[in-house]
């Protein structure tokens, strides 16, 4: 089991930043990722990016392609998911997230709320 920790996340205007953090414990293997995914008022919990934790390799929603930047410290067993130009479509509960297979079993955190203001 692998427990995960976020912070960060807060509210910011259009086009501004924020950075957020989770960090990690527990063992994991040399496939494992992580990632972030986020929940908007009623809509579906949808995938924003993801990093294989040996490796580096990422993959980004075609939404937030150029605009978020996912990465990683392993020293540290933390990620990181920067964001930039932020629109108010980015408002949601973002969720930091572990798993083998995306459409496997995946560890959750608590989530952290992001607003974003026009």
């Known amino acids: 089991q692998v427990q995960l920790v976020e912070s960060g996340g807060g509210s910011v205007q259009a086009g501004g930043s924020l950075r957020l953090s989770c960090a990690a414990s527990?063992?994991?293997?040399?496939?494992?990722?992580m990632g972030w995914f986020r929940q908007a008022p009623g809509k579906e919990r949808e995938f924003v990016a993801a990093i294989r934790w040996t490796t580096g390799n990422t993959n980004y929603a075609d939404s937030v392609k150029g605009r978020f930047t996912i990465s990683r410290d392993n020293a540290k067993n933390t990620v990181y998911l920067q964001m930039n130009s932020l629109k108010p479509e980015d408002t949601a509960v973002y969720y930091c997230?572990?798993?083998?297979?995306?459409?496997?079993?995946?560890?959750w955190g608590q989530g952290t709320q992001v607003t974003v203001s026009s």
């Open positions: 527990g063992r994991t293997a040399s496939s494992y990722h």
């Open positions: 997230t572990g798993f083998y297979s995306l459409r496997g079993h995946h560890d």
